[in-house]
């Protein structure tokens, strides 16, 4: 099982970016659900939003809802996070793992190398 993420960039405040999670070696909506997390400087790592495998049902940590979405393709096997107004705070290098939604604090797999995301104020 191996996830790639992609779509990370420089932008200023109140910038846009789309992330993208690919995977190889299984079908997302067969079996598990898939969570975005971020780490930002010196902090640990934190889970921000997680898509349900089949009904595509969402859940967003309070830091991001309302400005962050997330959204499946499964015929591209791919996980998107539309990242809007972001702020100084969203910096921080974004993983995407294996998961359930119940309880997206538990991830299957190793982590992959993320994506960086620089928000300059």
């Known amino acids: 099982v191996q996830l790639v993420e992609s779509g990370g960039g420089s932008v200023q405040t109140g910038g846009s970016l789309r992330l993208s999670c690919t995977a190889s070696g299984f079908t997302f909506s067969h079996r598990y659900d898939i969570a975005w997390f971020r780490q930002a400087p010196g902090k640990e790592r934190e889970g921000i939003s997680c898509i349900g495998n089949g009904d595509h049902s969402a859940v967003y940590a309070a830091s991001v809802q309302g400005r962050f979405t997330i959204s499946s393709d499964d015929a591209k096997n791919t996980v998107y996070l539309y990242m809007n107004n972001l702020r100084p705070d969203d910096t921080g290098v974004y993983y995407c793992?294996?998961?359930?939604?119940?309880?997206?604090?538990?991830?299957?797999?190793?982590w992959g190398q993320g994506t960086q995301v620089t928000v300059s104020s």
């Open positions: 793992a294996p998961t359930f939604c119940r309880d997206y604090t538990k991830t299957f797999g190793s």
